[in-house]
């Protein structure tokens, strides 16, 4: 007989890691340590809340310099970012973009923005991100090159770009994914909305697409209440950014001088306030997160049935969101073991629900999606605050 998971025996790990913690266990809370409230006042001190202020541009300074970067432009979100970046690339109306299932819609609505088509793709157990040598001999069968372009040969449509996304903060195996770019002719925007601080090789995530886009969601390792941004090696890139952001306005002490449809994507003062003293705690919420890392891999190394995921060899997780995977035969045990731990005041989440089983999805071309499928039924989100460190 198959032997059930030992959901107490979870739980009790859980309660010996928040041990410290009185009430109730979110799964994720903001950490404010530093100069949080002074920067905020000071904005509303001086009247400069809105689109004019120093902190925007101190924000992207600071992001830059962290992540190692010559430009980084700030924007209301992470998905105005990402269609932003995707516009950039020159993805256009009717093109298709390879986008993995196992994200966060976001990944999808950005490319439904640029009047283009996410085409899904599959995932490996190893990384959670994209699956590169399924992508290659998938894209093998099914497009052709012409005209310097990708073409799915089954739509007509060209492949435009791919999104790959450090799933939970865990950096995607990237450079295979830059050569398929590069056999392929297809350009690489990375979502790195949820891996600020995390590496691949050393090197930044976030800094090997053309563009990439990072998240200041509220549940993000570094929160501006709400924000985005955009980086990029490539001066006219972070000019045109700046330029499509702030509604492509020409600069002139009165005119209202426009020459493109432009967007209100430029993140407020107020927010970058709060960014600015959140970037200066970065270093210390890495650390408190990798030891809180550190506390669940200890505490679920002799538990059966379940498995932490750790960072991969080559790379340095933010450990953004804990992974607890529940091995395959227990998958139907995970809504049991969620319920059980929200009664007892610890919420956890499953991962998303897979982008093209949702309904303005469900029809877009698509590889075979059984690994995504398959780590969506049995991924668990562990509570992830920085302070339960
Ligand atoms: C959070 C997130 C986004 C979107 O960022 P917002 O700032 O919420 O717009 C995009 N992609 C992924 C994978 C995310 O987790």
Same mark, same amino acid.
């Given at each position: 007989?198959?032997?059930?998971?030992?959901?107490?025996?979870?739980?009790?790990?859980?309660?010996? &890691?928040? !041990?410290?913690?009185?009430?109730?266990?979110?799964?994720?809370?903001?950490?404010?340590?530093?100069?949080?409230?002074?920067?905020?006042?000071?904005?509303?001190?001086?009247?400069?809340?809105?689109? %004019?202020?120093?902190?925007?541009?101190?924000?992207?300074?600071?992001?830059?310099?962290?992540?190692?970067?010559?430009?980084?432009?700030?924007? &209301?979100?992470? *998905?105005? %970012?990402?269609?932003?970046?995707?516009?950039?690339?020159?993805? @256009?109306?009717?093109?298709?973009?390879?986008?993995?299932?196992?994200?966060?819609?976001?990944?999808?609505?950005?490319?439904?923005?640029?009047?283009?088509?996410?085409?899904?793709?599959?995932? *490996?157990?190893?990384?959670?991100?994209?699956?590169?040598?399924? =992508?290659?001999?998938?894209?093998? !069968?099914?497009?052709?090159?012409?005209?310097?372009?990708?073409?799915?040969?089954?739509?007509?449509?060209?492949?435009?770009?791919?999104?790959?996304?450090? *799933?939970?903060?865990?950096?995607?195996?990237?450079?295979?994914?830059?050569?398929?770019?590069?056999?392929?002719?297809?350009?690489?925007?990375?979502?790195?909305?949820?891996?600020?601080?995390?590496?691949?090789?050393?090197?930044?995530?976030?800094?090997?697409?053309?563009?990439?886009?990072?998240?200041?969601?509220?549940?993000?390792?570094?929160?501006?209440?709400?924000?985005?941004?955009?980086?990029?090696?490539?001066?006219? +890139?972070?000019?045109?950014?700046?330029?499509?952001?702030?509604?492509?306005?020409?600069?002139?002490?009165?005119?209202?001088?426009?020459?493109?449809?432009?967007?209100?994507?430029?993140?407020?003062?107020?927010?970058?306030?709060?960014?600015?003293?959140?970037? !200066?705690?970065?270093?210390?919420?890495?650390?408190?997160?990798?030891?809180? %890392?550190?506390?669940?891999?200890?505490?679920?190394?002799? +538990?059966?049935? +379940?498995?932490?995921?750790?960072?991969?060899?080559?790379?340095?997780?933010?450990?953004?969101?804990?992974?607890?995977?529940?091995?395959?035969?227990?998958?139907?045990?995970?809504?049991?073991?969620?319920?059980?731990?929200?009664?007892?005041?610890?919420?956890? @989440?499953?991962?998303?629900?897979?982008?093209?089983?949702?309904?303005?999805?469900?029809?877009?071309? @698509?590889?075979? =999606?059984?690994?995504? !499928?398959?780590?969506?039924?049995?991924? +668990?989100?562990?509570?992830?605050?920085?302070?339960?460190?």
């Amino acid at each position: 007989m198959k032997r059930r998971l030992d959901i107490s025996l979870i739980i009790d790990m859980l309660k010996q &890691v928040f !041990e410290r913690e009185k009430g109730p266990i979110s799964l994720y809370e903001p950490t404010f340590l530093g100069n949080e409230w002074s920067y905020v006042n000071e904005c509303l001190d001086t009247g400069w809340v809105s689109s %004019a202020g120093k902190y925007v541009n101190q924000f992207e300074h600071l992001l830059a310099e962290f992540t190692e970067i010559p430009y980084a432009i700030a924007t &209301v979100n992470g *998905t105005a %970012a990402l269609h932003l970046g995707l516009l950039l690339v020159g993805v @256009r109306h009717n093109e298709e973009v390879l986008v993995p299932s196992l994200t966060f819609i976001a990944t999808a609505n950005a490319v439904s923005y640029c009047g283009a088509i996410p085409h899904f793709v599959d995932s *490996t157990k190893e990384t959670l991100g994209i699956d590169s040598l399924k =992508l290659r001999s998938y894209l093998g !069968e099914i497009s052709e090159i012409r005209a310097g372009g990708c073409y799915n040969k089954q739509t007509g449509r060209r492949i435009a770009a791919i999104v790959p996304v450090h *799933t939970f903060g865990h950096p995607v195996e990237i450079e295979p994914v830059i050569e398929l770019c590069q056999d392929y002719s297809i350009k690489l925007v990375e979502d790195a909305a949820e891996s600020l601080g995390s590496r691949y090789k050393g090197q930044h995530t976030g800094t090997w697409g053309e563009v990439s886009a990072i998240s200041f969601n509220g549940n993000k390792i570094v929160t501006t209440g709400g924000g985005g941004a955009l980086l990029t090696h490539d001066p006219e +890139v972070a000019r045109q950014a700046k330029h499509l952001t702030t509604t492509a306005k020409l600069p002139h002490p009165w005119a209202y001088e426009h020459d493109q449809v432009g967007y209100n994507y430029r993140m407020p003062n107020l927010n970058a306030a709060l960014g600015c003293a959140q970037l !200066e705690q970065l270093p210390e919420l890495l650390n408190r997160k990798r030891k809180l %890392a550190m506390l669940y891999k200890e505490k679920f190394r002799a +538990v059966d049935g +379940v498995c932490f995921f750790e960072e991969k060899e080559n790379t340095l997780s933010n450990y953004w969101l804990n992974v607890l995977l529940l091995d395959e035969d227990h998958a139907e045990e995970r809504n049991e073991l969620l319920e059980r731990a929200l009664r007892v005041g610890i919420q956890m @989440r499953p991962a998303w629900t897979p982008v093209h089983q949702l309904k303005p999805y469900q029809d877009c071309p @698509r590889m075979d =999606l059984s690994v995504a !499928e398959n780590l969506a039924s049995r991924i +668990v989100n562990l509570p992830s605050s920085p302070k339960l460190w």
